[in-house]
């Protein structure tokens, strides 16, 4: 991996960096071939058209798939989880709901070339 991708996801101790090897671990396995960057300060995830970003915050890891169908879904699901414009932030201790989770990285990352 490239080396200032690693230096950003291990700048962390706590459970944040826990619960972004899990959100990662779940984008490789269902997409094997992406390709990973460090951009805009955070991690890149990318193939084709497609993208997510993985980034730290305060209490926890941000999803930012940008402005894609699958999130506003993902609001609608969960008024619970702090959304903004293009991100979810997902809170460290929180149950995650997986299954919307991986919607929303369809969504982003599932597009074709």
């Not at 291990?10 to 972004?20: A, C, Q, T, Y």
């Not at 390709?35 to 997510?52: A, C, L, M, N």
């Amino acid at each position: 991996m490239d080396p200032h991708v690693q230096a950003y996801i291990d700048s962390v101790s706590d459970g944040r960096w826990e619960l972004f090897l899990r959100l990662q671990a779940r984008l490789m396995e269902l997409y094997p071939d992406l390709s990973v960057k460090k951009s805009y300060g955070v991690v890149k995830y990318y193939r084709g058209k497609g993208y997510i970003y993985l980034g730290y915050w305060k209490q926890g890891v941000s999803l930012y798939p940008g402005k894609i169908a699958a999130l506003e879904e993902f609001e609608k699901r969960h008024p619970e989880i702090r959304t903004k414009v293009g991100t979810i932030n997902l809170k460290v201790g929180e149950e995650l709901p997986w299954e919307d989770v991986e919607m929303v990285m369809e969504g982003a990352v599932g597009i074709e070339n």
